[in-house]
């Protein structure tokens, strides 16, 4: 009989697909900066199953975007933390133009992961797969031109 094995296989490939979801996408946002954005963002997870604490997520993700840019590529960021202000993993998406700016200028894409504190192998997984998918650049010209949150996380899923 074979030895026990400690190792843990993350659950994160089934998890994604779930976290996905068009009801945490919100597109066409205005804001004032990127931090307005990222507080707009968080404020779509209102009513989340998994957010135990908005106030507490918002600044967490604020703190940590501060400490260091987590911009994947221009017009991509990733804000994102660990923290005990959410149950399980939550996931939200934003397309998003500064107020007031032209139209036909070119709208950037947010991506906010909000992680169980305990969950750091899992957290890096997760970053490691989205930095992945929107690494694509014909990703990024899809979800600039999705029509609806549906369209939006249906370009993600088939780059997973």
């Given at each position: 009989?074979?030895?026990?094995?400690?190792?843990t296989?993350?659950?994160?490939?089934?998890?994604?697909?779930?976290?996905?979801?068009?009801?945490?996408?919100?597109?066409?946002l205005?804001?004032?900066?990127?931090?307005?954005?990222?507080?707009?963002?968080?404020?779509?997870?209102?009513?989340?199953?998994?957010?135990?604490?908005?106030?507490?997520?918002?600044?967490?993700?604020?703190?940590?975007?501060?400490?260091h840019?987590?911009?994947?590529?221009?017009?991509?960021?990733?804000?994102?933390?660990?923290?005990?202000?959410?149950?399980?993993?939550?996931?939200?998406?934003?397309?998003?133009?500064?107020?007031?700016?032209?139209?036909?200028?070119?709208?950037?894409?947010?991506?906010?992961?909000?992680?169980?504190?305990?969950?750091v192998?899992?957290?890096?997984?997760?970053?490691s797969?989205?930095?992945?998918?929107?690494?694509?650049?014909?990703?990024?010209?899809?979800?600039?031109?999705?029509?609806?949150?549906?369209?939006?996380?249906?370009?993600?899923?088939?780059?997973?």
């Amino acid at each position: 009989m074979a030895p026990k094995s400690n190792v843990t296989v993350s659950p994160f490939p089934r998890l994604l697909p779930t976290l996905l979801d068009p009801a945490w996408v919100r597109l066409d946002l205005a804001a004032a900066s990127e931090a307005e954005a990222v507080r707009l963002t968080c404020a779509s997870l209102a009513g989340h199953r998994a957010v135990a604490d908005l106030a507490r997520l918002e600044r967490d993700i604020l703190q940590r975007v501060q400490l260091h840019s987590l911009q994947l590529a221009p017009g991509i960021t990733f804000p994102h933390a660990r923290t005990t202000a959410v149950r399980d993993f939550v996931l939200a998406l934003s397309r998003w133009r500064l107020t007031g700016s032209d139209p036909a200028q070119q709208a950037n894409l947010l991506i906010l992961l909000g992680t169980p504190s305990g969950r750091v192998t899992d957290h890096l997984a997760v970053l490691s797969s989205l930095a992945r998918a929107f690494s694509q650049p014909d990703l990024r010209e899809e979800l600039l031109a999705a029509a609806t949150p549906a369209a939006f996380i249906d370009a993600i899923k088939l780059r997973l």
